[in-house]
């Protein structure tokens, strides 16, 4: 009676309960898998972002550095030979 016992009891630890924790690991990995690669796809894309953010930075300080070196070109020269008005008191 009691090796059936004992032998029933087995037979549930082998066939019953050892597969479901199996199957109940096997789910929890993948799903840990999956969030990894959704935090990885998160990282590169927030990465991404960060890198065309500065680059437009740089383009529009750029651009600010162009307008002043263009406004210090047109600036006038004394040595032209333009003159101005003669200014009257």
């Excluded at 630890?13 to 690669?37: H, N, W």
């Excluded at 600010?64 to 210090?72: E, K, P, T």
């Amino acid at each position: 009676e009691e090796i059936k016992m004992t032998s029933r009891r087995v037979n549930a630890l082998e066939y019953v309960l050892i597969p479901r924790i199996e199957a109940v690991i096997d789910y929890v990995t993948m799903e840990m898998d999956e969030q990894s690669r959704e935090e990885f796809f998160r990282v590169k894309k927030v990465v991404e972002k960060k890198k065309t953010k500065i680059e437009k930075e740089r383009l529009a300080e750029a651009a600010a550095l162009q307008g002043i070196a263009d406004q210090a070109i047109d600036a006038p020269s004394m040595f032209d030979d333009n003159k101005d008005k003669d200014l009257v008191f």
